[in-house]
């Protein structure tokens, strides 16, 4: 069992509970956690490493995080125009988080929707890779 993988449910279901409460900005934080989260269980998984070994080689590597994750599991993907819509979807959602956490803007019910609809076509469409 991986607990990276529940929490990405967990912020799934988040960001569906914060929509409803109206509390727009972190539910954009919750729709791309979500991603994220699966995002990295799913490379470990197929990449055959722990996260300890995966710390390691981001720390070796010196990419951000994030950037080492999402270009290494898209790596897997063989397709390269499926390979570039996930990561072009990741990339949209990812500054709808940034947006959302770092800039002084509102957050509505129109941009945490949208990140919600990006988050659950991705989750979709990462259950097929």
Avoid: W
Avoid at 35 to 59: G, H, M, P, R
Avoid at 66 to 91: L, T
Wanted: charged share 30%; glycine share 0%.
């Amino acid at each position: 069992m991986s607990f990276l993988n529940n929490k990405s449910d967990f912020n799934l279901e988040g960001a569906k509970l914060l929509i409803e409460n109206s509390l727009y900005a972190p539910s954009v934080h919750c729709s791309y956690y979500s991603v994220f989260q699966k995002l990295k269980y799913k490379y470990t998984t197929k990449a055959s490493i722990s996260y300890d070994e995966l710390t390691q080689n981001i720390f070796a590597d010196k990419r951000n995080t994030h950037k080492y994750i999402i270009d290494e599991f898209c790596n897997f993907i063989q397709d390269r125009y499926k390979k570039r819509d996930i990561k072009n979807k990741i990339n949209d959602l990812k500054a709808f988080r940034n947006q959302s956490d770092y800039d002084d803007i509102e957050i509505n019910h129109s941009i945490s929707s949208l990140a919600l609809t990006k988050s659950e076509e991705l989750l979709k469409e990462l259950k097929t890779l």
